[in-house]
């Protein structure tokens, strides 16, 4: 090599793939066979159009683009624009060429996120300089989000406890490989934060992280979502689209709630993991997808599997490296460093000082009970931030909804003091008694009404269940209590 800066690649990492997108054969010729002599690979693209299909399509995903500015139709700065505000894309970088280059033009080209900018004639040197230092300095800008992931990754996952610590574990390990991941476990327990992790410490964590929620979609539509669908592929279907499996192509696919997903989209999604090829819904043509596909599943899938609603192959396929989060209540010792995390990032978006939380607060926390697992604790910790005062106290958390309010009836009382201020005799109520008398009333109807449900009771009455449990608290309402 002539320059003395330009570093070549090294020999153990896969070749690199350089899209040329020129309307000029010659240009596509002379320009492939620059690269091809050092090692890349080479896709092409006459048009702007045809670079966005060959980008999606291409056998392997596309490493960088040299864009010719003028091109028939849409020229190359508009769709470079284009390309630019692509999530998923956006990353690549771009080294624009032109015939008759404007300093304006390469100004403009450099703004729009342009790497680098040269005119035609092509030089051989320039080229490779030019694609070489390109190609690097985004290998260096992936590197550096990889490492700031994984100084990232365990401030965003928070937990101590040994469970946790065998979390962190599995998702190291797992993470730079290509396996693909089944991640289990209940509602609200982080399954999405743990494949995020496995994405951002993995080596395309530079790269898009889709994703997609299988119970979302009903059922004839989530094929198109997945796979993508051509022009007429069925009513409705007036442009060919993309599916995410196309639009994940060199990246991460995360198929979250994968347990909802209906069986004959189960039998695409294993033939794609099989054998990486995709077809478009009404579409013959099948091109290859290099996708790492997360998975996700509130459900018990080997209880599915046995069910006979998911299938057996693709639970295997999936099941490789199987995570299993855990529930909060198995790991009760995070709870003061969780409840700490969500109140200070809660007070720091909203501009509240940080409000400290007793140990008698976090003892209460600690003693309830979880099912909606860490979801459930970081919105009761939002909750008591909201209506604390400087501090958080028991009286800012809600009642636990899983104790039974009148589990424990207190001394058979029949009418509690709310029937005790009626007013004494022939004097009349104030306004104020009256109502508060009515409302007892009211809701000792509807209690009695709903067997003493509070849940129920409280939808009926068309308020909060804690609002009503406060109420109760109040008026000394007692279960068994007529009016
Ligand atoms: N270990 C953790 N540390 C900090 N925050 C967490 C942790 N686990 C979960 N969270 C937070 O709890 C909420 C729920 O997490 P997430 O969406 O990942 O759960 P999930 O298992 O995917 O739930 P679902 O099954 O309902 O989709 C999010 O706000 C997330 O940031
Ligand atoms: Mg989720």
Redesign the pocket.
């Known amino acids: 090599m002539s320059d003395p800066s330009y570093t070549p690649r090294p020999d153990s990492s896969p070749p690199r793939t350089v899209m040329v997108v020129d309307d000029e054969r010659n240009i596509r010729r002379a320009l492939g066979l620059i690269l091809e002599s050092e090692g890349y690979q080479m896709a092409e693209a006459g048009t702007a159009e045809r670079a966005a299909e060959t980008l999606a399509r291409s056998a392997s995903p596309v490493d960088l683009v040299v864009l010719d500015l003028m091109l028939p139709k849409m020229s190359g700065l508009q769709w470079l624009e284009r390309l630019k505000q692509d999530g998923l894309y956006r990353h690549i970088p771009v080294i624009v060429i032109s015939g008759h280059a404007s300093s304006e033009e390469a100004a403009q080209a450099i703004k729009l996120g342009a790497v680098d900018f040269f005119e035609k004639p092509l030089n051989r040197e320039r080229v490779l300089l030019s694609v070489g230092k390109a190609l690097e300095n985004a290998g260096l800008m992936r590197q550096l989000a990889s490492l700031s992931a994984q100084l990232d990754t365990h401030q ?4 101590n406890t040994p469970l ?1 610590r065998q979390l962190y574990s599995n998702v190291e390990r797992v993470a730079p490989t290509k396996a693909n991941v089944l ?1 289990m ?11 995020r992790a496995i994405h951002r410490l993995s080596t395309r964590a530079g790269k898009p992280f889709v994703k997609v929620n299988c119970a979302a979609f009903p059922r004839e539509l989530i094929e198109s979502q997945l796979f993508g669908h051509e022009k007429g592929a069925f009513t409705g279907a007036d442009k060919s689209k993309r599916g995410l499996f196309e639009q994940a192509h060199g990246a991460t696919l995360f198929l ?2 994968i347990g909802d997903m209906d069986l004959a989209a189960q039998a695409k999604v294993l033939r794609v993991l099989q054998s990486g090829e995709v077809n478009r819904v009404g579409s013959e043509h099948t091109f290859h997808v290099d996708v790492r596909v997360l998975a ?1 599943s ?1 459900k018990d899938l080997e209880r599915e599997v046995a069910g006979g609603s998911f299938r057996e192959d693709l639970f295997f396929r999936l099941n490789v490296f199987p995570i299993h ?1 855990p529930v909060l209540d198995e790991r009760t010792d ?1 709870i003061p460093l ?1 409840a700490e ?2 109140m200070q990032a809660f007070c720091g978006d909203n501009g509240f000082k940080p409000k400290p939380i007793s140990v008698e607060v976090c003892a209460a926390l600690q003693r309830r009970k979880w099912p909606g ?3 459930e ?2 919105n009761v910790i939002e909750r008591a931030v909201i209506l604390s005062g400087e501090e958080i106290t028991i009286a800012d958390l809600p009642e636990d909804p899983h104790i039974d309010p009148f589990e424990e009836p207190a001394h058979a009382a029949t009418a509690g003091p709310g029937a005790a201020s009626q007013g004494g005799s022939g004097k009349r109520p104030t306004l104020r008694e009256f109502r508060e008398q009515a409302e007892r009333r009211h809701i000792i109807d509807t209690l009695v009404e709903h067997e003493w449900n509070v849940s129920r009771t409280a939808v009926a009455l068309g308020v909060e269940r804690t609002n009503l449990h406060k109420k109760i608290r109040t008026y000394e309402i007692r279960r068994g209590e007529t009016r």
């Open positions: 965003e996952m928070i937990g946790m991640i476990g209940p509602s609200g327990t982080g399954k999405e934060l743990v494949s979250d709630e996700a509130n989060v995070d969780l995390a969500f697992n860490v979801r604790l970081k």
